[in-house]
């Protein structure tokens, strides 16, 4: 099994700055890559940032500019800084991480964190 831990949400006043954390822990033998979603008030989930294996990073159009995602790949780890953050940010932020458990095993596997909560005052 594969667990997704998030840690770093809170909250802070429009215009702050907050750093999410993510760690993948288990049985992984390639992590093929990490994605940041959140999850507002109606419970529509949107893709954040793309982390890819190659170095490829994708954003979300809402967010570019103001968040930067990076990667510890050796630690399994995938951070989000959020910069200028406003209070339609507010959401929970989920980690997502698409593996591939085993050398035998060729298909890819998607696993999610519980999430951290970010909320912005206005």
């Known amino acids: 099994q594969v667990q997704v831990v998030e840690s770093g949400g809170g909250l802070v006043h429009t215009g702050g700055s907050l750093r999410l954390s993510c760690v993948a822990r288990?049985?992984?033998?390639?992590?093929?890559?990490m994605r940041w979603y959140r999850q507002g008030p109606s419970g529509q989930r949107d893709l954040v940032a793309t982390?890819?294996?190659?170095?490829?990073?994708v954003y979300g159009e809402s967010v570019k500019g103001r968040f930067t995602i990076s990667g510890e790949a050796a630690r399994n780890m995938v951070y989000l800084q959020m910069d200028s953050l406003q209070p339609e940010d507010t959401a929970l932020y989920l980690c997502?991480?698409?593996?591939?458990?085993?050398?035998?095993?060729?298909?890819?596997?998607?696993?999610w964190g519980q999430g951290t909560q970010v909320t912005v005052s206005s």
């Open positions: 997502n991480v698409e593996v591939q458990r085993a050398i035998i095993v060729s298909r890819t596997d998607h696993f």
């Open positions: 288990g049985s992984i033998y390639r992590i093929y890559a």
């Open positions: 982390l890819l294996n190659d170095g490829r990073i």
